[in-house]
């Protein structure tokens, strides 16, 4: 149990275009998911915190308007990247956490490629 | 403010003998903390997790690490590494009420024939 998927898992852009990614938990409701982007050889960084039915919160330094988040059920949400340039690549990952407790599930992660 | 420090970047080791990895926390409540692991371009899988029960902490694939309070510690150990134990691994903290986890900058773990 407690699945987290991601789709697409890998996705190559031209600067400028915009770029949804999917974060869906699949046997189990999430009231809450994160989203956190991993540069090569780096940790983790939590970009923002995203509930459903209300606005994401952003960690300091992350632009919202660029980074738009949208939790609409408890199973999915979505992260965009609009507008997206080279330094927008990088590694992807959502976590979900269920209803019941805090422990948080990672999806596999998409890689984004802008060119 | 809550802190995780992962103390090596790196480790390598030779297959069949202990696996060691390093973590020391900062907190001024009692954390819960979580090891993970990362192999190449994959998310993150939870090896084990401590929330104030026992100290001593058994997961997956034959890892454990012990909750040190008096050493701000939760480091991380194996008795017998396998070659597939080859990955990342990321010690993180829960901050406080906001259910957000706090990562560790990671230990790269290389396991040599």
């Known amino acids: 149990g407690a699945v987290v998927s991601q789709h697409p898992s890998w996705v190559i852009c031209k600067s400028g275009t915009s770029v949804k990614i999917e974060c869906r938990s699949l046997?189990?409701?999430?009231?809450?998911m994160f989203w956190y982007r991993q540069f090569p050889k780096q940790s983790l960084m939590l970009m923002a915190t995203?509930?459903?039915?209300?606005?994401?919160?952003?960690e300091q330094g992350v632009e919202k308007d660029k980074f738009l988040i949208n939790h609409a059920s408890l199973t999915l949400s979505t992260l965009t990247v609009t507008s997206a340039h080279p330094e927008d690549s990088s590694f992807y990952i959502c976590?979900?956490?269920?209803?019941?407790?805090?422990?948080?599930?990672f999806g596999p992660g998409t890689r984004l490629t802008v060119t | 403010a809550q802190s995780v420090t992962q103390l090596d970047s790196h480790v390598s080791v030779s297959e069949g003998t202990p696996v060691l990895l390093r973590c020391n926390y900062s907190?001024?409540?009692?954390?819960?903390l979580f090891w993970y692991v990362q192999h190449p371009n994959k998310g993150l899988q939870l090896l084990l997790k401590?929330?104030?029960?026992?100290?001593l902490v058994k997961g997956i694939n034959g890892f454990e690490a012990e909750f040190k309070k008096s050493e701000t510690s939760f480091h991380l150990t194996k008795p017998s590494a396998h070659m597939s134990d080859a990955a990342e691994y990321f010690c993180?903290?829960?901050?406080?009420?906001?259910?957000?986890?706090?990562f560790g900058a990671g230990t790269r773990l290389a396991v040599h024939p």
């Open positions: 401590y929330t104030s029960a026992a100290t």
């Open positions: 046997d189990f409701q999430a009231t809450t």
């Open positions: 907190s001024s409540y009692s954390p819960s």
């Open positions: 976590s979900a956490c269920s209803l019941r407790g805090g422990e948080q599930y």
């Open positions: 993180a903290a829960l901050s406080g009420g906001y259910n957000k986890l706090i």
């Open positions: 995203s509930n459903e039915g209300s606005k994401a919160t952003y």
